[in-house]
């Protein structure tokens, strides 16, 4: 049986209530019952609202970081039960504006999948290489070890996370990785995957992300590593993101 794709949606740091309610409605109208998993990553002062509209739907719900810790002393952090209270799924870790803006080293990104999946909560994992990486034909090295921090510190419970690929020079540029340059990506991390859990690989989710769009997702969706994507401009418009929910099946 082949598993599901995962359409994730990323709002970054987008987004109001009046915005987010007429998003949602629009989607929930139109998704009826997809045939992948549909998720969205908000902003974390909207998990109470999302968790309210998304009550029931088909849509799961996610956040976007959370902190290592478990409580305390951490001013401006979320603690992974603290998102179980608001109902979330997933959270993304180690996206690369997290590791660019907030200096998140692999260490540390290994250390939040680690307190996700001892809450219940599917962490997405994100890699990838910058265009300075992938041009000096460093990409193979950069995301191995961004997954080997991940592997190293979670290795028994590895086949529970989410992995995104995502070229950092795709995101938010409209640039987006060809499928073969994205499938070869994903097959070395999932025999990366192969290597950590065995027959397990096969079933962990390997998504793309970087200018994932309407026009573009099918093509993408259509490798063999391709389990799904995670989605950033273009899962703020119930049109295009719905779109690309159909096109994962
Ligand atoms: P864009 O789809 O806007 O390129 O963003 C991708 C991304 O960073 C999702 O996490």
Redo the contacts with the bound molecule.
């Keep these: 049986m082949t598993k599901k794709k995962l359409i994730a949606g ?1 709002w ?1 740091m987008n987004g109001s209530l009046a915005a987010n309610e007429s998003l949602v409605k629009a989607l929930l109208q139109d998704v009826g019952t997809p045939d992948c998993e549909v998720a969205v ?1 908000v902003p974390a002062p909207y998990l109470a609202q999302m968790q309210a509209l998304l009550a029931g739907s088909p849509i799961a719900l996610g956040a976007q970081d959370l902190s290592a810790q478990q409580q305390g002393a951490f001013t401006g952090e979320q603690s992974a039960t603290m998102l179980k209270d608001f109902g979330v799924r997933y959270a ?1 870790v180690g ?3 997290r590791r660019q803006y907030h200096g998140e080293t692999d260490e540390a990104v290994a250390a939040k999948a680690a307190a996700a999946l001892a809450n219940g909560i599917t962490p997405i994992v ?1 890699v990838g290489e910058t265009l300075a990486q992938r041009e000096s034909a460093h990409t193979e090295e950069v995301v191995k070890r961004q997954l080997a921090a991940v592997i190293h510190v979670n290795g028994h419970c590895i086949s529970e996370i989410v992995v ?1 690929y ?1 070229p950092v020079w ?5 640039k987006t990785a060809t499928p073969e340059q994205a499938q070869s990506v994903h097959a070395l991390l999932r025999a990366q995957l192969h290597h950590a859990a065995n027959e397990h690989a096969a079933g962990i989710h390997i998504l793309y ?5 309407a026009a573009n997702a099918a093509e993408l969706l259509a490798q063999p590593d391709i389990d799904g994507g ?6 703020l418009k119930a049109p295009d993101f719905l779109q690309i929910i159909a096109a994962a099946r």
Excluded: D, Y
């Design positions: 990323n970054k990553c993304i996206h690369s504006e994100c995104a995502e795709a995101i938010g540029t409209g992300g970087g200018s994932m769009n995670l989605i950033g401009g273009a899962s």
